[in-house]
């Protein structure tokens, strides 16, 4: 598998929550796909990970799921952004953009040196 | 909010497992097809493309159990799981679980009970403002430490003292209450105005005392209390300015009190009535050198120490003795705090009680654990195979913990039932002296107790057997299969067995002596015959308060004939001054041929007992020598005294009394001759009098009593008669008769000789019966550990004993090896518990005078309780001995 990180904890939350924004309704399958796509094949993503992330989401109420059927016709369950979901992920993106920010800070001078 | 949601939903998702499980297969199972179907497509075989799917998944089962996890609450679920589980295996052996939560509960409902006994007596604050500040005050006498405070000490202390914020004095009394009903004796005390302020008692209506009103012949004031007001008054507002006849004098009121005001310091006790101290009629009030028991209270100012007072006072006291150098020779101010005034008395007896009940909780803990290791070595197996199977040590513990609590919370609701029954049952059994025993309640402490001493015995209880496990061989367990164990894992048991014998013996040991010391002291000779005397008070009527010496005389023998024409009454006497084991008063004399001495300290003391003629016949006491009184020992005929031996054998030695002459303070010019001698009266109670520095005693006839104390003699007096009937028709009859005689004299305090002998021995009772009642639940549960261990003995050794009687070994052989077992740990137990208990007893005997005439290694005592405990011990190994000679050699041959 080469090269791959793992998903750290917590950000996991995150990029479900940014793929349900992007992508509208979806089932899990489709999510670990796209996680996997969007991060160029860079992420180690174990898809039974996802599930037990999503059971968490749902229970804090940031997505809903329902069943109905896949692009080929096969039963699927569909998860979508709910309306406190969506607050959660700009929440969450301006900490992540915070944090990221700050660490940048602290790397980039080890970089001039 | 959010992660409250959360929680509640995965509540719910541990309960509702089934539905949501399927649901997520069925999301997994499309995840699945849909990778597989991707995977084809990118021209995987299908033995591939499914393998690929699933190790992407990272494996259906670790997907399915971390969604489980997160589905529910997986700490929650395993407790619960232990819950469940846990009470599966109590259900599965209710022999073993009502074993255990009895014992817990008799130990926590012994120990709760006695909590709230100790919480309420000695560690609830008084209901007092700043009750550190509070303090009892007493005259300190050459003769008597806590003596009582003259009222011109007392008001010359009141003025010169620095350190106290107020001072005030107090003193017991009765009134006749005439005008209101049928004439009633009601009691009273007497107080200064500081008195109510002092403590911060607000009246429910009117006002206090004002400062002065308790000044000598001031108008006649009365507070009453509440329920004075409710009884007799109707509680009618308008009470305040209306007059109370008492004693004959009209008393205005002025206040009504708080019911629930009470206090309980040396002789105050809470009244009907409070009336300033200057309207005490007695003419000795203004005298300094006089001891009328009257005693004080004091606040101390703030900031001020206990020490800085009591040397302020020791100052103010020494002061006054050179400006009083008779009256007030050697007498000093003596401060004690009202905590330690209110419960020294009875603080070793409580805590002696505490220490025993913890040690019932403690063999109630051996026992479970004792129980608790005996399964846990039957199950020794089911732990083996859970541990192979995965399970943590930790996790196990944990079930053994949840198991115990179990069984320990269980046994703490139990026992607070108990405790709550049993408290109930300790304040009937408390001795009536014991102060604050109105505020014994179960309260927030009481539970927090309770709830606590569970915990704890869970925990202690929980963790032995839980250890054991830890240490055991995993492997051997396996091998050993269902053969049991070996007998090295008996070692633990064996010993808690042998603390619990020791620790019951000690408690068999105390109540033991506790016992002795009862049954010497109702051996002990009270030196008259109580049965069949009765004691009552009597008040003669107001209207003859301030009557002539020749009226009152006459009064009184029209009285005493009444009484002794009531059917059924052998003798009756009069009697002021001392009564046996009721009250006490001194009688300072010298005898002809010694100088006048030249204060009371140097004075002859003497118990003075003022009687009547029938007093030697109606208290049963024997004519040792000479003659008593008779009817013609009267105010006219020359003075005369009897005496008893003790009196005889200290001043007169040898010599013969009859005939002697004695100078009585009082009389000082008029000599009393002595006519007689008496057998000596048990005075101070059973348990003191021997060891009472003061025991001669002296009798005085009544008719021969001066002017003034005649006068004192009519404001009520005690009566002693000896009837043949019972107690209640006795006094009733004589009720009626005193009534036909004048409707307006009083007759209280009935009481019998025996119930007042027997009152002053309530203390000890209480500890004996507590201190039995605690070593006989403390036998009860170390005979069922024994049993339980003797019994498991057995079953381990089933094939040992098989073994052996194939052998050829004889039934009683076996049974024999059983009892030596039981025996030897009996034996270890009685040994050690002899030493202790040789060492506690001489605790228990210093900390306070519990015992009477045994000593702490009386050999009776402990080769009894020896005998006893052999005897239960023998008792709980016979059952399992005889089950193990039933054993059947051939079968268990055959199992093997």
């Known amino acids: 598998m080469g090269d791959k990180t793992d998903v750290w904890q917590g950000t996991l939350a995150l990029m479900v929550l940014k793929t349900l924004e992007t992508m509208g309704p979806i089932h899990g399958y489709g999510i670990a796909r796209r996680i ?43 998860y979508k952004l709910t309306r406190a979901g969506r607050k959660q992920l700009e929440r969450e993106a301006r900490d992540w953009e915070q944090a990221t920010a700050i660490l940048a800070r602290f790397l980039a001078p080890a970089k001039e040196s | 909010m959010r992660k409250l949601r959360a929680l509640w939903i995965r509540l719910h998702g541990i309960f509702d497992g089934a539905g949501a499980e399927e649901d997520f297969s069925a999301e997994l199972e499309s995840h699945l097809q849909m990778h597989i179907e991707d995977n084809l497509r990118s021209g995987m075989t299908p033995e591939q493309a499914r393998r690929n799917a699933l190790i992407q998944l990272g494996g259906l089962e670790q997907t399915k159990q971390s969604y489980r996890e997160q589905q529910g609450l997986p700490w929650f679920e395993a407790l619960w799981q232990d819950i469940r589980f846990g009470l599966r295996m109590l259900a599965k052996s209710p022999g073993f679980t009502v074993i255990a939560v009895v014992t817990l509960a008799l130990g926590i409902g012994a120990n709760t009970a006695l909590f709230s006994v100790v919480n309420g007596v000695l560690l609830n604050p008084l209901p007092y403002p700043h009750p550190e500040e509070l303090v009892t005050v007493h005259a300190g006498k050459p003769n008597f430490s806590e003596g009582s405070i003259s009222y011109p000490n007392f008001r010359d202390w009141q003025r010169d003292n620095k350190t106290l914020a107020a001072l005030a004095v107090s003193r017991g009394t009765g009134y006749n209450l005439t005008g209101l009903g049928d004439a009633e004796e009601i009691r009273a005390e007497l107080v200064s105005s500081d008195f109510f302020p002092l403590l911060g008692v607000k009246p429910v209506m009117g006002r206090l005392f004002a400062p002065h009103e308790d000044e000598i012949g001031r108008e006649p004031l009365v507070i009453i209390s509440e329920g004075f007001w409710q009884r007799k008054l109707g509680a009618r507002p308008d009470v305040l300015g209306k007059v109370l006849t008492l004693d004959g004098r009209n008393y205005t009121i002025i206040g009504v009190l708080p019911a629930n005001f009470n206090l309980l310091v040396s002789n105050f006790r809470a009244a009907d009535l409070y009336v300033p101290i200057g309207q005490f009629q007695n003419p000795a009030l203004t005298a300094r050198a006089a001891g009328l028991g009257i005693h004080g209270i004091a606040r101390l100012k703030p900031g001020v120490t206990l020490e800085q007072a009591q040397a302020d006072m020791q100052q103010v006291s020494e002061r006054l003795e050179k400006a009083y150098p008779e009256a007030d020779k050697g007498i000093r101010a003596k401060l004690i705090p009202f905590q330690l005034a209110m419960v020294r008395d009875v603080k070793p007896l409580l805590l002696i009680l505490m220490g025993a009940v913890g040690f019932v909780l403690l063999i ?6 004792n129980l608790l290791l005996v399964r846990a070595n039957a199950r020794a197996q089911e732990f083996a195979v859970r541990s192979a199977l995965g399970a943590g040590r930790m996790r196990l513990l944990r079930q053994l913990l949840t198991e115990s609590l179990m069984l320990s919370f269980a046994g703490g609701a139990l026992g607070l039932a108990l405790a709550a029954w049993g408290t109930q049952v300790l304040l009937h059994l408390l001795p009536q002296q014991l102060p604050r025993s109105s505020e014994i309640h179960m309260s927030g402490a009481v539970l927090a107790f309770t709830l606590l001493i569970s915990l704890a015995a869970g925990t202690l209880f929980g963790l032995m057997p839980g250890l054991k496990v830890f240490r055991q061989n995993l492997q051997d367990t396996l091998k050993e ?21 020791a620790t019951t013996l000690v408690l068999l040991v105390g109540a033991g002596l506790m016992i002795r010391s009862l049954a010497k002291l109702s051996d002990v000779d009270t030196g008259f015959q109580p049965k069949g005397v009765l004691t009552f008070g009597l008040q003669a009527p107001s209207s003859m308060i301030g009557s002539s010496p020749e009226a009152t005389l006459a009064y009184l023998r029209e009285a005493d004939a009444r009484i002794a024409a009531v059917p059924g009454v052998e003798a009756v006497s009069f009697s002021w001054a001392a009564l046996p084991m009721q009250s006490d008063d001194e009688q300072l004399f010298w005898l002809e041929g010694e100088p006048r001495p030249q204060s009371q300290n140097d004075m002859h003391w003497a118990i003075r007992y003022i009687v009547g003629p029938g007093y030697l016949k109606a208290m ?22 009897v005496i008893d031996d003790v009196f005889a054998r200290k001043l007169f030695g040898n010599a013969d009394p009859i005939g002697k002459r004695v100078f009585l303070e009082q009389f000082e010019n008029d000599p009393a001759t002595v006519i007689g001698v008496v057998g000596h009266v048990n005075q101070w109670g059973l348990d003191n009098d021997a060891v009472n520095p003061l025991r001669a005693e002296i009798y005085q006839t009544i008719m021969q009593l001066p002017e003034q104390q005649l006068g004192l003699v009519l404001m009520g007096m005690d ?40 009152g002053t021995l309530a203390g000890r009772r209480f500890a004996m019966i507590l201190l039995a009642a605690f070593a006989g639940t403390a036998l009860l549960l170390a005979s069922i550990g024994m049993y339980g261990v003797i019994s498991y003995l057995v079953v381990q050794h089933t094939r040992d004993i098989g073994v052996r009687m194939a052998l050829g070994a004889d039934r009683r052989d076996v049974f024999r090896w059983v009892l030596a077992r039981g025996g030897r740990l009996t034996a270890f137990g009685a040994i050690i518990g002899i030493a202790a208990a040789l060492g506690l007893a001489d605790v228990m005997a210093s900390f306070s005078s519990l015992l009477y005439g045994v000593h702490t290694y009386d050999p009776a005592t402990m080769l009894v309780v020896i005998a006893v405990l052999t005897t239960v011990a023998f008792a709980a190994c016979y059952f399992p001995a005889r089950r193990a000679t039933r054993v059947d050699p051939m079968r268990v041959l055959r199992m093997e």
């Open chain 1, 36 to 78: 996997e796509q969007t991060s160029g094949h860079l992420l180690a993503l174990n898809y039974g990970t996802l599930y037990p992330a999503l059971l968490k989401l749902e229970q804090e109420g940031y997505i809903a799921s329902e069943w109905g059927l896949s692009e080929n016709n096969r039963k699927a369950k569909f």
């Open chain 2, 620 to 641: 049963g006491i024997p004519l040792l020598k000479g003659r008593f009184f008779t009817p013609s020992d009267d105010e006219h005929a020359p003075r005369t005294v």
């Open chain 2, 481 to 501: 299969g269902s053969r049991g164990s070996s007998s090295s894992r008996q070692g633990a048991q064996n010993w808690l067995i042998v603390f619990q014998m």
């Open chain 2, 719 to 758: 009566v002693v008669m000896r009837s043949r009937y019972d107690a209640d028709t006795a006094f009733q009859s004589v009720r009626n008769a005193l009534v036909q005689m004048n409707h307006e004299q009083v007759v209280y305090n009935p009481a019998t000789m025996e119930s007042t002998i027997s």
């Open chain 2, 364 to 369: 109630a803990c051996v026992n479970i654990a």
